[in-house]
């Protein structure tokens, strides 16, 4: 199938992208991984792509003492590749070499991920359980908004229609902090099937476990209970409200188990 | 594998692929990189219902120049693959659809414009009014007494039922075990690299409609577009360009192949259509859903006695042309006791008419399924025994000695040691080391390991006494092959199948090196093209290396004695006295090249006496084995594999496949055709499955949602190669093209059983995927829900 007609301009700034936004029917596209085929199935009929890959700010790089933040259009296989700073340690590259194939994180971005709230993204639930923020330039204000309340359900998200997902800061663990992810696939490459990602940061005084849903993530209560006590897990997904028939909720017992089990540490 | 050391390029040489210098530099010339001046796009408006009567189709008044249908499309008639089977319903097969739809997907209306987009946005624009009909979309309620007619002039959905009798009842006696099981295979859908596609033109200056399509048959196409156009075939030239990958699903004619060559010649405009992914997986290329009640017999040492089945296929909503809607369902009923020596068989078949698109003979055509149903019961049988199923195996199959061997159901073997390869196979794949570990409860990264096993046939090249009985539109008999020493000595071969993948232009070269002596690659293989090849029926059922094999090798050596007799004359010897061999003739020491023979008799005729031959150096000749009930390849699959039970995830550890092909023409090229096969085989046991709603709606439309085998699934497969040649075909060889897709699904979850034992649980349905694992064991520890 072909797209159905639309406009197409590439942005040269920020405020050309949002004067452009105003327009009824636009939308964003960076990496256009997931718009893509959107469009070609004709599902997503916009009448103008704005394209914000050419925006040299969301490009760019922001090292803080307690957070490094990434522009919105760093490729998954930036991150990948360690060509951008990393605030955990390996976390991120390790999040970012699994997203489905290189071809794919050649192109995908780490803000178009967020902005496109796919539930069975790695990002949305990656980013969460690290505790990562995302910066929202509209045209009446600049937000800051943590990934958790950016990501309201599937496909959905708090992003205004004038406003673009610009960065994403993320904090520096400590050295004493642990990560663990895991995600089932039933082939290499593929969408989820069930993911969770685990970080245990007590130096912090941050500790997370976040499940993909067919909504959005979850995060979980009792985390440090769950990490102590892993046979604990089963009654506390039960209680947490994670949906899913019998097999879905095998399959998110166990990538917890297996996040929790399977943490490694963070150190340099 | 491995490239052969001798100098041989001839038979049983591993020589390089000479098409792969322009594929894999992708310069290969495929339909869509055809292009015409003024060529104009079609897209198709189909339906979105599955069974529905079509009141009405509204087409905006601007755009009625633009779209066509079945009333408007003036003087198409409707496809029709009958078969002389007694009992066959006929199903007309309107290539748009007319008063009625029966699958979604099924073409309604032909749209074009200057660019695909712009098809299929004059597409949105046509309003179809449908009365929903009640769908079938379960084969086993579709059978039932009051199911919604699909073709309402039938009594019933079912386009053949047949029944094969045996003496069950006697056998059923004496056996000590019984193993019932209901097996279902899934519906796939082939997914070749390159969809479909087809580009028409009418051709002035030859007055021919030109048909530029993706297909394994041109010659058929020509014969189909033919009746449905009422256009002689002299006036149809079908051209099938470089193709990416058919397995089946360019057998056949299409129906959009008949809407664009009748636009063509109505707008006297090229035309093209390319099919998409989108309207691959929804309304095309559908295959492999069967569904088996099936029972065996064997005795206490689990020798297999008898089998007694129904086999239920589901055949969708129309009758393909040229192979029908029971070519399925008639495999099962002749192939079913598989590689063993039965003492009884009996089997009912239906071809169930669904509202699904209709189903295509995918590579292996029911032996995939035919091989799973009979291989599960064999391991069914040895649980049942408590024996090592290779032993249930080696006690069963038909013996060397006993070869020749006319099987139950007729079938004649053309030699081999059955039990040898699953030997092999088990030697291969460690089997003591494999029941050591699991004796021991050894576990593989915390997951149980198993093995399975599966051994088959692989009936391939057969001919006219097979397909007459069935009555199709297609009856394959002589195979011609053209060849013609041009000039300068080099060499044409014309062929009228079609290589897709399978390597011809190579395989061909090299039984003309065989016969002539000539480098390959100074021999082009010319294929796929009606106006420049003779007929043929086309690539399909394993026959390429046996029939266009023998065909070619045959017209090589008509063309040799041509050859000689003006050679003999340039050497001033006798004929009797030369010798043929490196493309030259030899009298001793003296020798004249093909280049001097070719020469003289094209070039300077005047050094030729008289006499000599005016038939010249182009021959076509034909060729048919002497038995030509087809070759049987047989081979054993061995998997082993670990599985997660938590997740339900299935790791292939190792997989061999011990095969036995006849003389190999070329190694390396049936090495390249059993891995092909075997990783689309490893999609058909735990990936493909083509699912559909309640409402016939296709739930799987997206490669998404279609998931496909790719390189990081499929483990290291290890061949091994018997070499037994078959005494029917001219150089022993025998059809293997399709093989390696018949034995993973069984082998795979005969091994996932074997992990599973333990827990009682025992997979009969393809593919096996982690949802089912899941919950098979949940069902067997009464832990559902």
Redesign the interface.
Known sequence: MKSVAFEYVKASGLEDAAVALQQDGAKVVAGCQSLGPMLNLRLARPSLLIDITGIGELTKIEERRDTVTLGACITHAAIEDGAVPDPTNGALPAVAANIAYRAIRNRGTIGGSLAHADPAADWPTALMALGAEAEIVGTKETRHVPVEDLVLGAFQTGLADDEILTSVSIPRVSKSARFGFQKFCRKVGEFAEAMCAVLDDPERGFTRIVVATDSKPVILDGADLMIREPETIGDRVAISGLGGDAYVTQLRRAVIRRAIAGMQPLGR | MGANLTDSKGVGASLRRKEDARLLAGKGRFVGDIRFPGQLEVAFVRSPMAHALLTRVDVPEDLRSRVFTMDTMSGVKAILAKSGLEGFKVSEQPPLAKDKVRFVGEPIAMCFAE???EA??IAECVQVELEDLGANSDMLKAVQPGAPLIHPEWTDNIFLETFIDGDIEAIAKKAVIKVTREIDTSRQCMTPIEGKGTVAIWDRHVEQLVLYTSTQMPHIVRAGLSECLSLDQRKIRVIAPDIGGGFGWKGLLQAEEVCLAWLAMHLDRPVRWLE?R?EHLVAAANCREHHYDITGYADAKGKLLAIDATAHVDAGAYSIYPFSACLEAAQVGSILPGPYDLEAFRCRTFSVCTNKPPIVPYRGVARTAVCFAIELIIDAIAREAGLDPVDVRLCSLVKPEQMPFKNITGKDFDMGDYPESLRRAAAAIDLKGVRARQAAGDRANGRRIGIGFATYTEQGAHGTSVYHGWGIPMVPGFEQAGVRLTPDGTLEVRVGNQSHGQGMETTLAQVANEMLGIDPDLVNVIHGDTALTPYSTGTWGSRGAVMVGGAVANACSKLAERICQIGAHLLQVDAAQIELRDAAVFSGESFATFADIAHTFYRAPQDLPPDVNPDGLEVVSGYRPKVDTGTFSYASHAALIAVDE????IELLDYVIVEDGGTLINPMVVDGQIYGGAAQGIGTAL?EEMWFDKSGQPRAT?L?DY?L??A??IPNIRIEHMETPSPNTFFGQKGIGEGGAIAPPAAITNAINDALADLDVELTVSPV???RV??AI?HARGT??
């Not at chain 2, 938590?646 to 995830?649: L, N, P």
């Open positions: 660019t695909r987009a299929e946005d998409d989108r938590e997740i339900g995830h990936y997206t998404a998931l085998p790719a990081p699934d995927t982690p949802r899941v919950e949940a559902e829900g």
